[in-house]
């Protein structure tokens, strides 16, 4: 049984979110000569699943903070561009971006001054 996508393949392994052939089919788009070994495809096999189990959990809880029982596009969006740098192609992510305002503290804009002025005036006794 395999999915519209390609991805699951029930034959192969039950519990196994994506398929080795999907495996295959990824590895020979980026070098059509290149075959990985079966141990190898069994980790990627493992990771993927671990990376799709711990981002589905993880918007859960975005989702159940939300107090929504719906998982939403958005929660799983969320989650993998803020931890995993990963943005997902179609989908707006202007509404969740937070605009975070700097906010630099009085003490700190006191002591660049100080730094910059005494730049300045090493700068005049230098010329």
Do not use: Y
Request: charged share 25%.
């Amino acid at each position: 049984m395999t999915s519209p996508g390609g991805g699951l393949d029930m034959t192969e392994n039950p519990s196994s979110l994506i398929s080795k052939r999907k495996i295959q089919e990824m590895v020979a788009q980026i070098d059509p000569s290149e075959r990985l070994e079966p141990e190898v495809e069994d980790i990627l096999l493992e990771l993927a699943d671990e990376f799709i189990e711990s981002v589905t959990q993880f918007a859960c809880r975005l989702a159940t903070h939300r107090k929504s029982s719906t998982l939403e596009v958005k929660d799983v969006q969320l989650h993998l561009e803020r931890n995993w740098n990963i943005r997902i192609p179609g989908f707006a992510s202007e509404e969740i971006r937070s605009v975070r305002k700097s906010t630099v503290p009085n003490s700190h804009t006191q002591k660049l001054t100080a730094v910059n002025n005494a730049k300045a005036a090493i700068s005049t006794t230098n010329k």
